[in-house]
């Protein structure tokens, strides 16, 4: 079906990602050790990763863990909505259906959501501050370099549902104002600027899947910021 459609290239399931070297890290010792504690492990392997900023390291990295196991966050990437599904259309409708989702979850969401986008900024704040350090190990600084794209991924998500929620009315997005449409343009900026992050930052064999994901959600604010009333 691929060949047919004129599809190229594959993505896999299972690639590594500097990001989640502190999860290798686990496996590795599970392994070769008798088990123990996974978030002693975790510990131990930011000192000896990070020495004196691996306090730093984990707690940007719990912010990032508290920000992605949020219910509202979770409503928004596109993925789940790649699926067929009973009941729903085909293709499925992203991004009003993720807006449905966040609208069920209750008045909070648009709230839940910032809160999300914040935790992500102060963790880039803590990373950025590590990458400073002209003593890291390739592997480590790369590992920074990722985490860094996944807060802007996060981010990029979090905070451009938090705008939709606001044309939200009666279940549906309505049309925006001229002024409005001026946001819209805004929002998407805000949206480049933080794909920018993860194209710089990703590694060059999971930065395109990174991106691609957002394709959808930038020609949907890119038609909201073409409306004219």
Known sequence: MGFEAGANGAVSYAVHDPSHLDHEALLAACAWETPQDAEA???????SRFGVDARRFLTAVDKLCVATAD?????????????VQAGKPWPRHYPEEALEKLEGLG?????????????????DRILCRMMK?????????????SLRAEAARIRAYTEAFAW????????????PTNQEAQAARRQLKS???????????????????????FTPLCQYLEKLAQRRN
């Open 41 to 47: 492990l975790r510990k131990r392997w930011a000192v």
């Open 71 to 83: 219910v509202a966050y979770n409503a928004c990437p596109n993925y789940s909505y790649t699926y």
């Open 107 to 123: 008045a909070d969401a648009r709230e839940k959501l910032l809160a999300s986008a914040a935790l992500c900024a102060d963790a």
């Open 133 to 145: 350090r002209d003593d890291l190990q390739e592997q480590d600084y790369a590992c920074l370099r």
């Open 164 to 175: 939709l929620l606001t044309l939200r009315k009666d279940g549906v997005t309505r049309k």
């Open 191 to 213: 949206l480049l600027k933080q794909l920018a992050v993860i194209e710089l930052n990703k590694p060059e064999w999971v930065m395109p899947v990174c991106l691609h994901a």
